[in-house]
């Protein structure tokens, strides 16, 4: 190699290393900050340990903020992503399948609908849903999120693309010559066959709702937000960020770094155990969440 | 069909889950973290009142928290909190109106639903910003006028006689520049100090009401005297940009010398372990500053209101806490001068007693209190949000407020035009 | 659905028996895909037709009668609108050009990577920071622009910044919130450009190898026009949601006391609107702007950047 393959070599191996560390540094603080105290914090080296003790104390300030609020809001979250999921999943996967493998009237104009909608970003809706379920009286009820995060075009997409591709028509009309009805033929060769689309499903529909701050902002106030707007709810206590709140019984910076890594765990660990799916699906689909 | 029976199915649960959630003898309570001392003490004090404690920002630094999540609560039709605390004293503005159909939020409070003999026991024009066409919204937690604090140790170590004018301030402030560098008299690094404590005492016509005009006049002789106090000060560092409760003020604490600022400083800034945490027989605690060819009046930092709900299902708890809360010797004023009379006096009478603020503490208080600058309004909207979004990130980037005052006082009028006032 | 079952079924039987089969399947293919897509339909319209269309009966009401374009009027006249409007513009110009630029720099890096699962662990180091989006990435990066105790504080200090105020001063903000967009949302990007990559032919990459090309220029003239539609996907997606900037500047004007405004993005007015002004016609008026806004680069791009091909 000449010396200019090498530096140009030398050059990329810098700037990926570089970048590795602009994505993974912040992450990496912030699983060590709930170890320190906020003394520490202000002035020790930043990827120093702290102690367990420190994190055993920052875990008792957040766990008996307000009585256990946090695990309220993590309850919350947990149940209107569940429930979200469950009903996802039974209105994507037949209608992504219906769409991909059997010929009804509309089927186009449903198809180019759920496109279009599936490129318009979720918060664009949030007010005008907001107003809709205010004038029907749902806000502050379980379902005013759980209704909308279950509405998923992207999910229906992704079933539509997976169908299309994984299931040949011909192998349904065998079975149908073969005597299956219609609904045997979706439930005995098609659902076999749909692990992998309904755990992406799955996926990006749990993790966009468990991130979603907007919507359940505006439709479940007060001790029925989920985690997200917890969290920002706990940040007013924080007094380095709000200043006037001087008193002695507030949440410490590390104690609202732990409350944030609290928040994103499931999230994290989905992710960790998805990331075969993912790098597969990204691709096959070709669309973020 | 099992589909829609499921989710009828879900929807029963989902149902019968919100209405376990309602606790139907106790009230909900939303405060501040500094707040939550007192709300405790009435929890020792009243077992049978079962209290829900929300802690919030208390709407400082006029963050809107409390307008906001009533308006939320409006929408859904439930949600509302029992008693809240506010920080501002402008909420009565839209607390006391009707929104898209939803009653108002606060309920009046006095017309028999607290005693008249109650509610006269507080110091005369203490609700003055609370009353609205004779009915009392709400119940000031405590008096703030601007008073004069300094450090008696510090400033007769380094031979300096106290000042008792703004001018006096200012050359003290160069007077430390030049010979004791490092030691400092004050901060306005949050949204308050400026307008409420610097402009408001100067008698400086920044944040006026006449029925629905907003009047704001930066350009004014008294405006610019005070800006002018601020450019020298913050150039020669005398005052810091910090926020006087952030972790580098509160750093550098040890020399701090003097500092105008509300009674409430007393007990949130001063006694504060997390404050400046004084020592006993340090601080002075003097008779506010004036202009030597102004009057002698001051300034007022809020001193914050309690709000009962016109939704709740149990207004005798409402009244019991409200009564407890403000008007409890031991509590009242939480930190502050207690706006009902007797406590107030109880307040007094226990800071001499502890000795802790070394001069006459009770008659500075008693002039700042009574010396208020009547001049300054109370619209739907606050000085803080301007000053916050125009002043403090420009004084930060070097500028003065000679260069930002234009903007400011244009800030200021678009705000009042959104929510409806004229502006000339 | 048990009806439809056994409508299903003996329509299926008697088809067989009149051997007028295929017929008679599809009509029952057509019933099914029906019943398959009923319940998402009503999602469809309940959750995103029905709100758009009660948004543009609100926008152009006032207490229920019409009044044509004066909430429209009304909001271009708020002195915050067009700060806003210029707040997401600046904002979306600083994010786009980072994003193209370092996604398609980073993917080629990645790609290029021969050992295997040094490509992966990298790819999902840069996917890992998608797990915070929202609130809780915006916490996290409230640590990192503190100076007092950032990581990075080094870094903030060499840009000028000793305090968070001044790290989120407004003529700084957009970089800022470019930088916490590409933090959470880049990674996805990568791996999406990565599979394009993967799906370009070996061989016309060996071919110009052979040819003599060196990697940048085969970068430059085979592989990013091979990836254009992926790129303008990615721009017109992260377009329509730059548009809606909410949370993070809402969290940041919480955590700087007032610093960075509560009407920083169009998206916090429309909630003003909302939830300070109580004027649900004002804050409609905003949302269906940025509503249209997303729904012309979503129709466009679906009719003609051919996703619509597939179908």
Known sequence: MTPGRWLGRAFAILILIVFVLFFIVPLVWLVLAPTKTDRQLLLEMPFAFGSFETLAANWTTLVTFQKGLIWTWIGNSAFYCLAALAITLIISIPAGYAMALTEFRGRRALLAATLIVMLVPSTALVLPIFLELSAVKLIGNPLAAILPFSFFPFGVYLTYIYFSTAISRDLLDAARVDGANEFQVFTKIAMPLATPVIALVGFFNFTGNWNNYFLPYVTLPGRKSPVQVGLAELLSNVPAFNPTNAASTTISLSSLALGTLLAIAPVLIVFLFAQRYLVSGMTAGGIKG | ?424 | MTTLDQSTARSTTSGRKAKGQRHSIERAQGRMGTAFVSLYTLFLLAFGVLPALYAIYLAFTKKGAFVGIDNFLKVFKDYRFWPAVEHVGIFLVVWLIMLVILVVLLSLLVHSIGIRWLSTGTRFLFYIPGALAGASSVMLWLFVLDPTVSPVGFLLRAFGSTSLVDAVQVDRLPFVLAVIAFWTGAGGWIVVMYGALNNIPKDVIEAARVDGARPIRIAWSIQIPLMRKWIAYMVIMSFAGGTQLFVEPRVLSQASRGVVGQDYSLNQLAFLYAFKQSDFNGSAAISLMLLAVALGLSVYFVFKGGLFERV
């Not at chain 2, 001392?37 to 009435?42: H, K, M």
């Not at chain 2, 606050?382 to 990130?393: D, F, L, Q, R």
Request: charge should be negative; charged fraction near 15%.
């Open chain 2, 1 to 424: 069909m099992n589909l829609l029976r499921t989710t009828v199915a879900l929807s029963a649960i989902f149902a019968a889950g919100a209405a376990f959630a309602q606790d139907a003898t106790g009230i909900t309570v939303w405060a501040d973290a500094n707040r939550q001392p007192a709300v405790e003490a009435f929890i020792a004090a009243h077992p049978e009142v079962p209290v829900n404690l929300v802690v919030d920002d208390g709407s400082s630094g006029a963050s809107g928290t409390f307008q906001t999540k009533i308006s939320l609560a409006d929408q859904a039709g439930e949600g509302w909190p029992d008693v809240v605390f506010s920080t501002q004293n402008n909420d009565a503005a839209w607390a006391t109106k009707e929104t898209n159909g939803v009653q108002a939020f606060a309920q009046v409070l006095n017309e028999g639903f607290l005693g008249e003999e109650f509610l006269k026991g507080f110091t005369p024009g203490a609700l003055d910003p609370v009353t609205v066409d004779g009915k009392v919204y709400g119940l000031r937690n405590d008096l703030a006028p601007v008073l004069f604090w300094y450090n008696k140790t510090l400033l007769d170590g380094f031979g300096y006689a106290a000042p008792t004018t703004w001018e006096e301030y200012q050359a003290l402030g160069d007077k430390l520049a030049a010979d004791h560098k490092g030691y400092f008299l004050g901060g306005i690094g949050d949204a308050f100090e400026g307008p409420y404590i610097y402009y408001w005492s100067g008698q400086a016509p920044i944040f006026q009401l006449e029925g629905d005009a907003f009047k704001s006049n930066t350009t004014d002789a008294n405006s610019v005297k005070v800006s002018n106090l601020i450019d020298h000060m913050v150039a020669n560092k005398s005052l810091t940009l910090d926020s006087v409760f952030g972790a580098s003020f509160v750093a550098t604490a040890a020399n701090l010398v003097a500092i105008p600022g509300p009674a409430w400083y007393a007990g949130a800034l001063f006694q504060n372990p997390g404050g400046v945490n004084a020592k006993a027989g340090d601080w002075v605690a003097a008779p506010p500053l004036h202009w030597k060819d102004g009057e002698k009046v001051t300034g007022n930092v809020g001193g914050g209101v309690w709000y009962a709900s016109s939704h709740s299902a149990n207004p005798e708890a409402i009244k019991t806490f409200l009564q407890f809360i403000v008007s409890d010797p031991k509590v009242a004023g939480t930190g502050g001068l207690p706006a009902y009379q007797a406590a107030a006096d109880a307040w007094l009478d226990g800071q001499v007693a502890s000795g802790f603020y070394a001069g006459d503490f009770k008659a500075a208080i008693n002039t700042a209190a009574s010396s208020v600058w009547n001049g300054w309004g109370y619209p739907n909207f606050s000085p803080e949000t301007a000053w916050a979004k125009i002043i403090t990130p420009g004084l930060v980037a070097g500028k003065t407020m000679k260069d930002l005052s234009a903007d400011w006082q244009q800030e200021m009028k678009n705000e009042a035009q959104v929510v409806g006032y004229t502006v000339e």
